[in-house]
């Protein structure tokens, strides 16, 4: 199958991501999704995840095994605890590469690469260097070039070996550069996941926070009218709102604190004979499908009434109306992750 464009991650930058679990994890998801792009997973890189992260896993283990020891030193006594096993660590990443499945193009590990990375070995070339044999870094370079011979690939990593004089700032070694030309897809290479969603910043869709604010008003007009009629005052236009979106670990869905602003008529006032004319505040969170450009689960959290000059009036004040399941709500927005928008 051919694509377009291809990500690949070195080991390293799977690592430090813990399985693109973090929040620059979930900005590369995103990246994903809005470009288009694939995630290749060369089967020597998978190989070597599924080797070593269980051993980060364990080693975290060790340490709390460990400190936990001081402190029952120290304490005299400490509670139970339950820390996973290495075949738990083993179960989750495989479960969470299942989890990106749909993202991931896998890339055989094949005889050619292996000829090819030990011919570099052999030559001392980069990715390797005198009485520095690396044969991995080589076979991955050789599965990277195959993917440029069907699409463009971007190449993230924080290995120094694949630059000239293991400088990043140098850019790619001399023989690498040389590789790039023989293909027919375009290789960039870049040093750390920063540069890369750097890069692609520019591609990125802007998101229309009217358009959202304007979709979120659309579900709540006619409770909030509701609301207001029962409380003896008229809701009239919807006149400002402010958005905040968020990263989640669900590349097609952002996490959106919001509050909208509508004028209204008719408001009492507890120390004033005459009703007056106000704001109202409308504060809560929701989720945005990117996609479908639609919003859901939407939860308000306070509404509030202010004067022509700034100040609550009282009477109408978040104690009036504090909903949580009462309109059209929950607690929280579900995602573990949530990180400002945009994050690179």
């Not at 288009?36 to 089967?43: D, K, N, Q, T, Y």
């Not at 896993?57 to 400190?67: F, S």
Request: aromatic share 8%; charged share 30%.
């Amino acid at each position: 199958m051919r694509h377009s464009s291809y990500l690949v991650l070195d080991t390293n930058v799977w690592y430090t991501t813990r399985l693109l679990n973090t929040a620059v994890g979930a900005a590369v998801l995103y990246s994903l999704h809005q470009t288009g792009r694939v995630l290749a997973l060369p089967e020597v890189i998978e190989g070597e995840i599924k080797k070593q992260m269980p051993k980060m896993g364990t080693d975290a283990v060790e340490a709390i095994r460990k400190n936990y020891r001081l402190i029952e030193q120290l304490m005299g006594a400490r509670d139970d605890y339950r820390v996973p096993s290495e075949t738990d660590f083993s179960a989750r990443i495989n479960t969470r590469l299942n989890e990106l499945g749909s993202l991931i193009h896998r890339s055989a590990f094949t005889l050619e690469h292996a000829t090819a990375a030990l011919r570099r070995v052999n030559e001392e070339s980069p990715p390797n260097g005198p009485e520095n044999q690396q044969f991995k870094d080589s076979a991955i370079w050789e599965a990277i070039l195959d993917l440029a011979r069907h699409g463009n690939v971007d190449f993230v990593t924080e290995d120094k070996a694949f630059f000239r004089e293991r400088k990043p700032n140098l850019g790619l070694a001399d023989n690498l550069k040389l590789d790039c030309q023989a293909v027919p897809g375009t290789i960039q290479v870049h040093y750390e996941l920063a540069d890369y969603l750097q890069s692609v910043r520019k591609e990125l869709p802007s998101i229309d926070h009217s358009e959202i604010a304007e979709k979120i008003n659309e579900h709540l007009r006619e409770q909030l009218t509701r609301k207001a009629m029962e409380k003896g005052f008229e809701l009239d236009e919807f006149i400002d709102h402010k958005i905040s979106s968020f990263l989640t670990e669900k590349p097609n869905i952002i996490a959106v604190e919001f509050e909208l602003c509508h004028s209204t008529r008719g408001v009492k006032v507890p120390e004033l004979q005459d009703r007056i004319e106000a704001k109202e505040f409308v504060k809560g969170d929701c989720a945005y499908q990117l996609a479908e450009r639609i919003v859901s689960d939407i939860h308000v959290k306070t509404i509030h009434l202010e004067d022509r000059s700034g100040r609550e009036i009282p009477a109408y004040g978040e104690h009036f109306i504090r909903l949580h399941d009462s309109l059209m709500g929950r607690d929280t927005v579900p995602y573990t992750l949530r990180k400002p928008f945009p994050i690179f």
